[in-house]
């Protein structure tokens, strides 16, 4: 069994510090086994605001695998946006932009799909999609594979016209091949889950993605701050959504799946 904490879009900057304070206490409790940061870790990429964000990291005894989101590249240093797009994030959070974690019984990828000339949309190049699907193959058959990214794979149902990531059907066919079960993604700020399959018609194995909210940043588009909690125990997983309530964060939304036969199966 396997507890994995997955946070996204923080945006240290113009965060919420009694929300931090709560997220570190909270994250604490919950016994885990790795730390997942999607991305967005900045508002705008300044070296005050990383600092911020890589105290908050120390804070939490955990191995972590974190990518960046496009807040983390400057946006409006043009100089530094083109040249030096993640010069601070390498300095302050990690030099590693294709980070990994394997363990037996979780296989976990990171890629970085932010980009400096598109800024807020994403994408994913042919090269990353090699080193993914090299990396997934050589993993047992048993691990549960896990790519995090920052941006999304599937919309949420209240705008099913957002912007996914660019690139996605390759990247999803690319996944498809080397048995990929879950994607980890963040940037709209909304918690929700769903297969890949009613999306992506072309796509015939089960991908389970699982977006995160925004964990302690003011930009809240209508939902509190919240992040996942996800347990994986064989083919069965359990979902947990922690939502901030004023005071402390709480589990709100409870989802279970199985992996089965047709792929994963929500259960009620
Ligand atoms: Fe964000
Ligand atoms: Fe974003």
Redesign the pocket.
């Given at each position: 069994m396997r507890r994995i904490v997955h946070i996204s879009?923080l945006?240290f900057g113009p965060e919420v510090p009694e929300v931090v304070e709560g997220l570190v206490a909270d994250i604490e409790r919950q016994s885990a086994d790795l730390l997942i940061v999607s991305g967005?870790l900045t508002q705008r990429a300044r070296r005050g605001q990383y600092r911020k964000a890589r105290a908050f990291l120390d804070r939490v005894a955990l191995p972590r695998i974190v990518v960046p989101?496009n807040?983390d590249i400057p946006l409006f240093n043009v100089a530094a946006r083109f040249l030096l797009p993640l010069m601070n994030y390498r300095r302050y959070i990690t030099a590693e932009l294709c980070p990994r974690y394997a363990d037996g019984e979780i296989a976990v990828a990171g890629v970085n799909t932010a980009r400096s000339n598109t800024w807020i949309e994403g994408r994913i190049s042919p090269e990353q999609l090699a080193a993914l699907h090299e990396f997934f193959e050589k993993q047992p058959a048993s691990a549960t594979k896990i790519l995090v990214a920052h941006h999304p794979f599937i919309p949420p149902i209240i705008d099913t016209t957002a912007e996914l990531v660019g690139g996605v059907l390759a990247a999803l066919k690319t996944l498809e091949a080397c048995g990929c079960h879950l994607i980890l993604a963040?940037?709209l700020?909304l918690a929700y889950s769903g297969d890949v399959r009613p999306y992506h018609v072309e796509i015939e194995r089960s991908i389970l993605v699982v977006q995160a909210g925004?964990a302690v940043s003011h930009?809240r588009r209508g939902e509190p701050n919240a992040y996942n909690v996800l347990t994986l125990d064989g083919p069965r997983l359990w979902l947990e959504v922690r939502s901030w309530n004023g005071r402390e964060f709480e589990g709100t939304l409870r989802t279970e799946y199985d992996y089965e036969a047709d792929g994963w199966m929500r259960r009620e």
């Open positions: 879009d945006h967005d989101g807040h963040g940037h700020h925004t930009r």
